[in-house]
């Protein structure tokens, strides 16, 4: 069976610093990944996703992420953090290429961060 | 572009009734797809429809059902509520048809049971 583990719960930074947010996964076969945030009150948006090929992903807001098969992780990373950018931070597996919608999500990053 | 929409926003029903949720899906998608989040938790592949059918389900009771429509609008029902079925419920559309087509996600219902 496939799961998500997220092993933050939560993170506090100051704005303008580096973020990084784990996410580790176990999947029966090839991985597809992906990345959502979710504001209050907000459905979730996708950040980016892997599916194959350059373990370096880029996405959204500047966000990029590392597939890394060897450690089944696939952490979120931003060079600097601005206030916007905190919500709560999904990691899902799963799906398929052509089938996002049956991913396993883990339980969430909430990001807070400080002026 | 009409994004994905939910209806209704907010709702409170008692243990033991039955409540429907409604999922308008983004224009041009024709999979729709429920979650359940419970309160600090990610969330969990309830099931999805595709061309009216359902097409995958994850691990919920049979009481929770559903129906795809032919516009591909769909309707996330519920019976016999208990108290755990409290959470915010989202519905997210797709494009099925041998590209990749991300998830566009509703805005959610949050429901509580009493």
């Known amino acids: 069976a496939q799961s998500v583990t997220q092993p933050d719960i939560h993170i506090t930074v100051s704005e303008g610093a580096s973020l990084e947010l784990r996410c580790n996964y176990s999947y029966g076969a090839t991985p597809y990944l992906f990345w959502y945030v979710q504001s209050p009150g907000q459905g979730l948006q996708l950040l980016l996703k892997?599916?194959?090929?350059?373990?370096l992903v880029q996405g959204i807001k500047g966000f990029e992420a590392e597939f890394k098969r060897s450690q089944s992780s696939f952490n979120l990373r931003k060079p600097s953090v601005h206030w916007s950018d905190a919500a709560e931070y999904f990691c899902a597996v799963g799906g398929g290429f052509t089938n996002a919608g049956k991913s396993t999500f883990g339980d969430g990053t909430t990001l807070t961060v400080k002026p | 572009e009409t994004g994905v929409t939910q209806s209704p926003t907010h709702l409170i029903k008692t243990r033991g009734q039955q409540v429907t949720l409604r999922c308008s899906s983004q224009s041009g998608h024709n999979t729709v797809s429920w979650y359940q989040q419970a309160l600090g938790q990610g969330p969990q592949f309830i099931f999805q429809y595709y061309r009216e059918e359902e097409n995958g389900r994850g691990n919920f009771p049979p009481r929770f059902s559903g129906l795809q429509f032919p516009n591909y609008s769909s309707e996330l029902n519920v019976n016999a509520l208990e108290l755990d079925d409290s959470a915010l419920y989202l519905c997210?559309?797709?494009?099925?048809?041998?590209?990749?087509?991300?998830?566009?996600f509703g805005n959610g219902t949050r429901l509580t049971v009493t």
């Open positions: 997210a559309s797709s494009f099925t048809g041998g590209r990749y087509s991300p998830l566009h």
């Open positions: 892997y599916f194959s090929g350059d373990t």
